[in-house]
């Protein structure tokens, strides 16, 4: 995952978030929180760490492209992709396929539920129990580090300016906040401050809800936790004033960030990647490492390249596509 995109592609340089700098982010927090709320950290911390093993390159861009290829072939998902890594994909045991992980570590990689293949009995166990604290906690704490981490990588990359986040009531709240504190402080730090202290908001009201919702629904083991879940009781939500602060926010990102001509100028690019290289292995699927042509026959070919194709990161993928000749490099 060191080289996959988060918001921006390796091509364009080193100091951006990358899916694995994300995925550590995002299990630093659920553990933390875990041990805050009494919970077992070592499965939140599993949990985050698992949760984007099945991304695409090029990130978001990357799942929309090879989902519409595999559009009546199977379909791709990265959550079920992550799955079918854990389960299937790795090998390290004689004796059985997939990785030596526990139900709940699991059913918390299965958080968008939907029809998981092979795995229908993991599929009705996850609808029968739902998932657990440490699972709904760390879904959360992903959108915590990325909402918090794209807008620092989008200010270190000038795409975004500090005025442009002031009519934001977190940002503006938190910034003036910092200044405050730090008078003399260089600006770069006093962004990094803001940031810090925005992130370190949304914890704070996230355990206090939390703790609040536990209490208020007398939750004291699993069994309680399922009855609320079939119940449709939201257990881990942030407080609705800060629920559309985020909300605020991630409409801002999508907007000024996401959607920025020059993030869709990479992304466009990560799809001409790899719906060519798709093409070609599709067409010649030889040219495939052996490890993936010796299962064509039981898994059929669209699932094995979409397999390889997901495996790869966009530094691989990007090379592999003009070693072939299939494209030029990406140019800004």
């Known amino acids: 995952m060191e080289y996959k995109t988060q918001v921006f592609i390796a091509s364009i340089g080193d100091n951006y978030r990358t899916r694995l700098t994300h995925t550590l982010e995002v299990s630093a927090l659920a553990r933390s929180v875990a041990v805050a709320l009494g919970l077992n950290p070592y499965l939140a911390e599993n949990i985050a760490l698992a949760h984007d093993l099945g991304h695409a390159p090029f990130g978001h861009a990357g799942q929309d492209k090879l989902s519409e290829l595999m559009r009546g072939k199977g379909g791709f998902e990265?959550?079920?992709?992550?799955?079918?890594?854990?389960?299937?994909?790795?090998n390290r045991y004689a004796n059985f396929r997939g990785l030596n992980l526990c139900i709940e570590t699991l059913i918390g990689i299965m958080k968008h539920g939907g029809d998981y293949g092979d795995s229908a009995d993991l599929l009705d166990a996850r609808k029968s129990i739902g998932p657990s604290l440490e699972a709904l906690i760390t879904d959360i704490c992903d959108s915590i580090a990325y909402n918090n981490h794209d807008v620092e990588d989008g200010l270190e990359s000038g795409l975004i300016q500090p005025e442009d986040l002031s009519s934001l009531k977190i940002w503006d709240h938190h910034f003036k906040k910092s200044q405050e504190k730090f008078p003399s402080t260089d600006k770069k730090l006093i962004l990094r401050e803001t940031v810090r202290s925005m992130m370190n908001s949304m914890v704070a009201d996230f355990l206090e809800n939390i703790e609040s919702n536990l209490k208020q629904y007398s939750i004291l083991s699993r069994e309680d936790l399922t009855e609320t879940w079939k119940e449709g009781i939201k257990i881990v939500t942030f407080s609705d004033s800060m629920q559309m602060q985020i909300g605020e926010l991630k409409k801002f990102l999508t907007e000024k960030l996401y959607k920025h001509p020059e993030v869709t100028m990479l992304s466009d690019f990560g799809k001409e990647v790899i719906e060519v290289l798709f093409i070609y292995f599709e067409?010649?699927?030889?040219?495939?490492?052996?490890?993936?042509?010796?299962?064509?026959?039981?898994?059929?070919l669209h699932r094995v390249v979409c397999d390889y194709i997901a495996g790869m990161t966009d530094r691989y993928a990007e090379e592999i596509a003009i070693d072939l000749e299939l494209l030029s490099p990406f140019q800004e």
């Open 78 to 90: 990265h959550n079920k992709q992550s799955l079918r890594i854990v389960q299937h994909l790795e």
């Open 283 to 300: 067409k010649n699927p030889k040219k495939m490492p052996e490890s993936y042509t010796s299962r064509i026959k039981l898994e059929g």
